[in-house]
């Protein structure tokens, strides 16, 4: 069993940064492919980028593509979320997420385990 703890959410405004962690608990992370997603209020959860288990391939959706990098370090179970050039409509809910196949995928039913999520509010 994995648990897994978003932190560093918060509010900024339009052009700030953020960076959102995701620590791991249970198990460790190092062959899991991890994603993050979010959801924003009154829509269905989307994804948002992805990396596989080793890192060497990551992938964004296109709306963060360029502002948004997605990193892991293994050795600390945790992964990141680097969010640059924000903007009001990143406004969302944020949760990551567990491939426990390595795979690091844009689906969401390719994840087993989710953490509770954090709240990232952008003001314009």
């Known amino acids: 069993q994995v648990q897994l703890a978003e932190s560093g959410g918060g509010m900024v405004q339009a052009g700030g940064s953020l960076r959102l962690s995701c620590a791991a608990s249970?198990?460790?992370?190092?062959?899991?492919?991890m994603g993050w997603f979010r959801q924003a209020a009154g829509k269905d959860r989307e994804f948002v980028a992805a990396i596989t288990w080793i890192g060497v391939r990551k992938s964004y959706a296109d709306s963060v593509k360029g502002r948004f990098t997605i990193s892991r370090d293994n050795a600390e179970n945790t992964v990141y979320l680097q969010m640059n050039s924000l903007k009001p409509e990143d406004t969302a809910v944020y949760y990551c997420a567990a491939d426990r196949r390595g795979w690091g995928t844009s689906s969401q039913s390719d994840y087993e385990y989710w953490g509770q999520g954090t709240q990232v509010t952008v003001s314009s």
């Open positions: 249970g198990r460790t992370l190092s062959s899991y492919g």
